[in-house]
């Protein structure tokens, strides 16, 4: 299994809602990533967790969340977004973290609109 | 910082070879990567380079050049599938940094 699976593919959400991101992989990856991409941009860092701990936070605001239950699922937890975060969110995992060859897998990714 | 620069847009028509560039600054460099992007989807790799020189993948190359701080991305027999974006990536420390990404265009 090489994939990394997001769910869902679509989230419309209000300011005030509470949302989250899911992602998994059974890649027995230990190194998983967040990333956020506007339209007709590269992708953009936000978090890394490496052996489940959160290892790079990107300045994220906090209104982002994240959170690794295990080696094998990775959230990104939402509350009080901003219309302006309304992207499309990436998933990414690799064997360890991004120091020397690791290829990272992305996942399809969520297409969030905040309304 | 980072800093890392491709070109935006580059047009071939089918059958060609098309060099894209790249060139960064970047601090605690470990490898370059390209990913290929098709519009609405993710990111998949094409290469990756840690030493200088060419590493050769059936219509894909890549160069790398660490002390000049440039690396390409040659693709030959272009087919129409190829129109992509072109994601030249260093690593360094735990991440990756993307460049702006390079829109390809192949036409008929």
Partial sequence: ?115 | GQNIDQPTEMTATEGAIVQINCTYQTSGFNGLFWYQQHAGEAPTFLSYNVLDGLEEKGRFSSFLSRSKGYSYLLLKELQMKDSASYLCAPGSFQKLVFGTGTRLLVSP
């Fill in chain 1, 1 to 115: 299994d090489t994939e990394v699976t997001q769910t869902p593919k679509h989230l419309v959400m209000g300011m005030t809602n509470k949302k989250s991101l899911k992602c998994e992989q059974h890649m027995g990856h230990r190194a998983m990533y967040w990333y956020k991409q506007k339209a007709k941009k590269p992708p953009e860092l936000m978090f890394v967790y490496s052996y489940e701990k959160l290892s790079i936070n990107e300045s994220v605001p906090s209104r982002f969340s994240p959170e690794c239950p295990n080696s094998s699922l990775l959230n990104l937890h939402l509350h009080a977004l901003q219309p302006e975060d309304s992207a499309l969110y990436l998933c990414a995992s690799s064997q360890e973290p991004a120091g020397g060859y690791n290829e990272q897998f992305f996942g399809p990714g969520t297409r969030l609109t905040v309304l």
